[in-house]
């Protein structure tokens, strides 16, 4: 029989659901949630635009909404997510052990103290790394704290290298740390850029975009946002095109605040801008291009973009700070990083990949395709399959060795 399993977090994600849909067809799996979020807060977070995404993001798994009781409901603040309900969910529903996403919000430890209420262990899965903690008073601040209770949690599922040095750090034992890596559904997203490809949906995109066919295409995809430092992918292509014969282009998915005055820098060069594209239509702009950029600041624990690039053949040029780079960026072979803010070392990154796919674009995808492949739904899910394992058995032998006490 499959073990119950609970899965705590703060609000439906595309990138989540996915997932969820994996584990529903191994494990008898329910998600709880914490926040509705609407299409105003999807604006309000840097989007700009009202949106729903549209792929599902409640279906083909169990869910159920808990009963957020803030004072303030919504995200970004620790307090916006509070549910005290969890307790008494673990109970009603007679889950054997709860997988808890994130911990920077309230309903995250309610999660953590229900299970230790009830004896259940406690998973916990994020994406936090050292590089982000740049004080050092604030490292010495949360020192002796993190040290106390992250290891007292029955399991960790690490994201990436980053994340498993910030475990480590705090006193995570080796024997609790799994591999369950950030991820996309793969498939999904080759199979579409492949189709889109196949039926002139790439070809025509740059049309319309007024974008040379033969033209190499630098994208960048996220919100328009001082973050993610559009304007230094910007300011990078515009060193590459002054003087060149053959300049590489800048597409720009996506919008935010910082859109008005990129499109005033960018005037009257070999940019293009696509403005906000649901998930259905990011796989065909993928193939559309032939490189991306994450130039982003602090703080990017992960950059999904890349995975969902690379899913549809891309490599990647990421700054210092993207949490994804040691996982998925071989220097040379899926990309390149460089460091935050250089925009001369950012342009000569893109110019080198550039150059390398020119040679043996060939090479250079299947390079992408073996990196990516190990980053996938089914790793996440096996990785979660072990710790849950582990976790059991260990409770279990805790309790026989108590006498059932424990």
């Known amino acids: 029989m499959k073990p119950r399993l609970g899965v705590l977090t703060t609000h439906p994600v595309q990138y989540y659901s996915a997932w969820f849909r994996q584990l529903s067809t191994r494990l008898d799996a329910t998600v ?3 926040f509705r979020q609407d299409a105003r807060g999807q604006a309000a977070a840097g989007f700009e635009v009202e949106f729903e995404w549209d792929t599902p993001l409640l279906e083909g798994y169990r869910y159920r909404w808990l009963d957020n009781v803030a004072a303030r409901p919504g995200l970004g603040r620790f307090r916006g997510c509070d549910t005290p309900e ?5 109970a009603r529903d007679r889950l054997q052990a709860l997988l808890i996403l994130g911990w920077n919000y309230k309903s995250a430890w309610q999660g953590w103290r229900a299970c230790r209420q009830y004896g259940i262990p406690a ?3 994020g994406d936090s790394q050292l590089p982000l903690q740049r004080a050092a008073w604030k490292r010495a601040l949360k020192a002796l704290p993190y040290r106390q209770l992250l290891p007292k949690l029955d399991a960790h599922l690490y994201v990436g290298k980053r994340n498993r040095e910030y475990l480590a750090h705090y006193g995570v034992p080796p024997g609790r740390l799994y591999f369950c890596p950030h991820s996309v559904d793969n498939q999904l997203f080759r199979a579409r850029a492949e189709q889109a490809e196949a039926s002139g949906e790439t070809a025509r995109l740059r049309r319309e975009l007024g974008i040379p066919a033969e033209a190499m295409v630098v994208l960048f995809a996220g919100k328009l946002t001082r973050r993610k430092a559009p304007g230094d992918a910007l300011s990078a292509c515009l060193q590459l095109q002054r003087g060149s014969a053959d300049p590489p282009w800048l597409l720009l998915v996506g919008s935010g605040p910082e859109e008005a ?4 820098r960018a005037a009257g060069h070999a940019v293009r801008f696509a403005g906000f594209q649901n998930q259905s239509l ?5 193939r559309a291009a032939d490189l991306l950029v994450l130039p982003s600041n602090l703080p990017e624990t992960w950059g999904l973009a890349v ?3 690379m899913a549809c053949g891309l490599p990647a040029v990421v700054s210092h700070w993207a949490g994804c780079g040691p996982d998925l960026i071989e220097e040379g072979e899926t990309g390149f990083v460089y460091p935050y803010g250089d925009l001369k070392a950012l342009a000569r990154c893109i110019r080198r990949l550039g ?4 040679k043996d674009p060939a090479r250079v995808r299947r390079a992408v395709r073996r990196r990516i492949g190990r980053y996938s739904l089914e790793r996440a899910t096996t990785g979660l399959e072990e ?3 582990a976790a059991l058995e260990a409770r279990g032998a805790l309790q026989a060795a108590s006498g059932g006490s424990a």
Do not use: D
């Not at 990011?282 to 993928?286: F, L």
């Open 32 to 34: 709880y949630y914490a």
């Open 86 to 90: 969890i307790a008494a969910v673990c």
């Open 123 to 125: 998973l916990m899965r």
């Open 261 to 264: 005055q990129l499109r005033r």
């Open 282 to 286: 990011m796989p065909a702009h993928y």
């Open 307 to 309: 995975n969902e690039a």
């Open 355 to 358: 150059s390398l796919l020119r």
């Open 387 to 389: 710790a849950l394992q």
